[in-house]
């Protein structure tokens, strides 16, 4: 009878360190997942940290262009100007002549 109870209490003994094996297991596997998450989560932060100042720059750079451009297209557009008053003042003798002789030879 005492082997029967001492293997009896040996199944049992044995049965509550598998519950703590188990439950310690368990217990690790949460906490790695924890970690993993807030890990995960330090990762995304540094991610979209990274992105929104790549689009900070972007979109400064697409500014500056901008006004590259403005400024570009202004100065091409005041040379062109000055272009046509030329040709109108290279021009402007002859027309007033052909004029003045179309209407008083007419």
Same mark, same amino acid.
């Given at each position: 009878m005492d082997a029967s109870r001492d293997g009896i209490s040996k199944l049992m003994l044995a049965e509550k360190e598998a519950q703590a094996i188990v439950r310690a297991a368990r $217990? $690790? /596997?949460t906490s790695r997942l924890r970690a993993a998450v807030e890990e995960a989560k330090g990762e995304i932060a540094s991610y979209r940290a990274e992105r929104e100042a790549r689009y900070a720059q972007m979109v400064? $750079?697409? #500014?500056? *262009? /901008?006004? $590259?451009s403005e400024n570009r297209l202004q100065a091409e557009f005041n040379a062109e100007i000055a272009k046509l008053h030329g040709q109108v *003042? #290279? #021009? /402007? #003798?002859?027309?007033v002549s052909d004029l003045l002789n179309a209407v008083t030879s007419a």
């Open positions: $217990e $690790e /596997k400064a $750079e697409q #500014a500056g *262009n /901008k006004a $590259e *003042n #290279a #021009a /402007k #003798a002859s027309v």
